[in-house]
């Protein structure tokens, strides 16, 4: 009880823009008014064939709904601030990194070879060292994953250099 | 109702499912939402009721399987089994593990097949009251549950309510199902066709997780003995019998309203076993009537949650918003139609649905204990392997990268929405439920020629109407009366 309200005066001290509750509000505000903006470039239906709403007109409400309990929530926060969140451990970046690295070599390379990079990086930056759960992990698994899916579910994974060393 | 399960084939997928599923619930992180969507690509090589009756049984035993973990280790396996840790754990400590475990496996089977006559009898009556239901009704009874879920599901009522509009959003992606015009598209083609529900529940509950554990990699684990499962002795059965069954009530009732299902009936049934119980000062500390209210309110949670699911095509929770895709995916329509054309269909999955239940009290009862030991599998081999079942199971179901890619989207947002207090469930049923919700206003505003006021005029949907505003207003009432 006394941590949680000694993390929340923590985070009182704070000038409000490095606040929780001011980075979650100008987010969800932020892309929330992008989206809107979108919502007026969205096709209109003419008035002959329009029965009921525009298309538009729904995402616009569910938009507007959601920057609106936003405020609240920010407003509440006044009154009541969130606790503030520990900060996040280098292990959480490097598994940030490992999902842009996967997205990379799975368009350019191997979509086999990304899962297998993504695995062993995962593995090693979480503190695995030993090599042969390196190898379980990052080769032996997913090769048995990719041939259970290739086999069973008759899946055909996109071309790239393994995989392809498979298909041809 | 048991004449369709008497195939080896169906028997062989329960016994699978139930394995599967105590599996994925003693995994603290993973669970029955989780697996269910990762196996659901697995579905498409068998039949509708072979696929369903996979996924029911991994629901029924993976929300059992989170009090192994609960009461060994302090960590639930489960959202739902966080209450058992209250007691389970402490009395683990007490060198009694063995009577934890057996008195949440005897209360979860217990209130596991009360909520399965409970869907038996209240699901058809609930899907012959829906014949009285039009477009208006099923719009109604749409934003009641998503308010429901926001009222009583965890934390913020409005984060919550947040969550679940944004939920409905992700649904208006693609082309609009009334008109063919591209909404949040930008030019891309894959988006056309909307964003699917797999990759959103792939990525929110697994990867999202998989970030989470990222952050606790320094967190130990003191696991408790365990030397063997014993029965509850005929004291604690005198003691906890009426707990049991009123927490089976209240886990149904709770499972039936769309909400985080489990969760939410847990921590009820826990506090209302305290309010009822002779010995209060005991809970926290031990005691055998907070495991039963706890495990028996869980389960019961199971089967109630499934009425909704069935009959109305409405998911009571985030599991049964991944059966439910799993009955769209094979074809099969939830509602009452379903009741009066396929009954056979419904009594397969009633009757798996109960064997499940007799199942996993069997394994649990004679495997707890090898079943504790999958948890020394470490964070930093176990997560790796997730990783590629989830990339594998996303690009399955339409052979798409863009998949993968949303996937790992929803993964990262998932962590910082739960970092931030916003529950992912909403996001979920709101998906499911976004087509419902704006298929059914904009088609009820032809009905009415546009005018908003007509829907004051049909007496169900103004129900509806106002049984959602006092959902809205519980919350502001129950800090009221905290405050007073």
């Known amino acids: 009880m006394n941590n949680v309200q000694n993390k929340k005066r923590a985070n009182k001290s704070l000038p409000f823009f490095f606040k929780d509750e001011f980075k979650v509000f100008f987010v969800i505000i932020f892309f929330s008014t992008i989206l809107l903006i979108s919502t007026f470039t969205f096709d209109k239906v003419p008035p002959i064939l329009n029965r009921g709403i525009q298309p538009a007109t729904f995402p616009k409400g569910l938009l507007v709904l959601i920057m609106f309990l936003t405020t609240i929530i920010y407003y509440l926060s006044f009154k009541n601030p969130w606790k503030k969140e520990k900060k996040l451990p280098k292990q959480f970046f490097l598994t940030i990194l490992s999902f842009i690295l996967f997205v990379i070599i799975s368009k350019t390379l191997d979509f086999f070879l990304a899962i297998s990079v993504l695995s062993i990086f995962v593995s090693y930056n979480w503190g695995e060292k030993r090599v042969f759960y390196l190898l379980l992990v990052g080769i032996i698994f997913p090769l048995v994953v990719f041939i259970f899916f290739e086999m069973i579910l008759g899946l055909r994974f996109p071309p790239g250099i393994i995989t392809n060393l498979y298909y041809y | ?484």
């Open chain 2, 1 to 484: 109702m048991m004449a369709p399960l008497f195939s080896s084939k169906l028997l062989i997928v329960l016994l699978f499912g139930t394995l599967f599923g105590l599996i994925l619930g003693v995994l603290p992180g993973l669970g029955p939402t989780t697996g269910g969507a990762l196996i659901l690509p697995f579905t498409m090589t068998l039949d509708p009721l072979s696929a369903i009756v996979l996924l029911t049984s991994i629901y029924c035993a993976g929300t059992y399987g989170g009090a192994i973990t609960a009461v060994l280790i302090n960590t639930p396996g489960t959202p739902a089994a966080a209450a058992t840790c209250l007691d389970g754990y402490p009395l683990a400590q007490k060198g009694e593990a063995g009577r934890a475990l057996g008195m949440a496996t005897v209360s979860s089977t217990v209130g596991g097949i009360f909520s399965v006559i409970v869907l038996v009898f209240f699901a058809p009556v609930l899907a012959k009251l829906a014949y009285e239901f039009g477009q208006p009704e099923y719009f109604a009874l749409a934003i009641f549950g998503l308010t429901m879920l926001a009222s009583i599901g965890e934390g913020s009522p409005i984060k919550n309510l947040i969550a679940g509009a944004f939920g409905i959003l992700i649904s208006t992606i693609g082309k609009d199902f009334m008109t063919s015009i591209d909404r949040f598209t930008y030019g891309i083609n894959e988006l056309s066709v909307g964003i699917g529900f797999i990759p959103v529940v792939v990525g929110l509950f697994a990867i999202s997780e998989m970030l989470t554990q990222s952050t606790l990699l320094d967190q130990v684990f003191k696991r408790v003995a365990l030397k063997a499962v014993k029965l509850p002795s005929l004291n604690d059965y005198k003691k906890t019998w009426k707990t049991i069954l009123r927490s089976s009530g209240i886990g149904s009732f709770i499972g039936v309203l769309p909400a985080e299902g489990g969760t939410v009936a847990s921590l009820i049934g826990y506090s209302e076993a305290k309010r009822f119980s002779k010995e209060p000062e005991e809970f926290g500390k031990g005691s055998i009537e907070g495991i039963a209210g706890a495990e028996a309110a869980n389960n019961a949670a199971t089967g109630g949650a499934m009425v909704p699911t069935l009959a109305l095509g409405i998911p009571g929770s985030a599991t049964t918003a991944v059966i439910l895709t799993g009955l769209i995916i094979h074809g099969v329509r939830p509602g009452p139609d379903l009741f009066r054309e396929q009954p056979d269909f419904l009594y397969g999955i009633f009757g798996a649905m109960l064997i499940a239940n007799v199942l996993f009290f069997i394994f649990g009862f004679f495997g707890a204990k090898l079943f504790a030991r999958i948890t020394l599998v470490p964070n930093k081999i176990l997560w790796p392997m997730i990783f590629a079942v989830s990339v594998c199971g996303t690009y399955s179901l339409s052979q798409s990268i863009i998949d993968v890619w949303i996937m790992l989207f929803f993964g990262v947002l998932g962590f910082f929405m739960r970092r931030f207090g916003f529950s992912v469930v909403p996001v979920i049923i709101g998906l499911i439920l976004g087509e419902l919700v704006e298929g059914t206003l904009r088609q009820s505003l032809v009905i009415f020629d546009g005018n908003w006021l007509m829907f004051l005029t049909r007496p169900i949907a103004l129900t509806f109407f106002i049984l959602s505003l006092i959902a809205l207003a519980f919350p502001l009432l129950r800090t009221k009366k905290q405050k007073d």
